[in-house]
């Protein structure tokens, strides 16, 4: 079966800097609690997906993950500029970055291929006392990345983030004018894309968003949510295996009957 490495976000943010989350946009994103995952229904997802078309093809017709989806789930931004900058190439260029936007640089053991450990941003994030201005940003830059690399734009490596995210937060009143709602469906639709082709043996992205979609849209597959009027929409399942340990082990035969028999209707 296709491995998911699911990064949940353990990363809480220090109180004192939520005003900066909402100017940044991503202050609903923060919200989102563990959401566990769901294997078998992912594999059965990732089957019925058509990357000529983009959509899932089920028996009843064709449907897909759309912008609108994404708001509700991830309560994120749509309108803006299209998530792009020049990457960082260079270990010079990322310790010269690091140090102009965090006052920091990572060491090479900090450091894995193209992107910085974790445990590095978080121990920063930890460390900064937050008395001026300039550290509350730092602090928001820091929670944001950890964001984009666990529950929003996640890699496979799930222990490092790419240098590419740096750049895009240098300016920090420019971070809310991105469109990171886009950037996130983007990448899911890319994810599901290769994990659909036959020698892929493992899938990324936000498996948060990809889950909580086919649980709003499909929801006799959902485990029961344990806080229902909640937003974003995926803090409705937050925790969710609390509740319900049954769904947890269902098996991908489960899903795939359910899918089978779906009806119009």
């Not at 078998?40 to 089957?47: D, W």
């Not at 690399?149 to 750049?167: A, R």
């Amino acid at each position: 079966m296709l491995t998911c490495d699911h990064s949940v976000s353990s990363d809480r943010y220090d109180d004192r800097v939520e005003e900066h989350l909402h100017f940044t946009g991503f202050y609903h994103a923060s919200q989102i609690g563990i959401v566990q995952c769901q294997k078998a229904l992912v594999y059965t997802l990732v089957k019925r997906w058509h990357p000529d078309t983009h959509t899932f093809h089920l028996l009843i017709g064709e449907c897909a993950v759309t912008l609108e989806d994404v708001a509700m789930i991830l309560g994120l931004p749509m309108d803006g500029l299209p998530v792009t900058r020049m990457t960082i190439s260079s270990v010079e260029a990322l310790e010269a970055e690091c140090l102009h936007q965090f006052g920091a640089a990572p060491r090479m053991s900090e450091c894995r291929g193209s992107g910085i450990k974790l445990t590095w941003l978080r121990d920063l994030k930890e460390r900064l006392q937050l008395t001026d201005e300039e550290n509350k940003q730092r602090h928001v830059k820091c929670h944001i990345i950890l964001l984009l690399d666990t529950i929003l734009l996640g890699d496979k490596s799930g222990s490092s983030v790419h240098w590419k995210f740096l750049p895009l937060l240098r300016d920090f009143g420019s971070i809310a004018q991105f469109s990171w709602g886009s950037a996130c469906l983007a990448h899911l639709y890319r994810a599901l894309c290769r994990a659909s082709r036959f020698d892929c043996k493992k899938i990324d992205s936000s498996l948060t968003l990809l889950l909580v979609w086919a649980w709003i849209r499909l929801p006799f597959l959902a485990p029961v949510p344990r806080e229902p009027r909640s937003f974003p929409l995926a803090n409705r399942w937050r925790n969710w295996e609390r509740g319900d340990r049954r769904f947890r082990y269902m098996k991908l035969a489960h899903f795939r009957k359910a899918f089978d028999d779906l009806q119009e209707g």
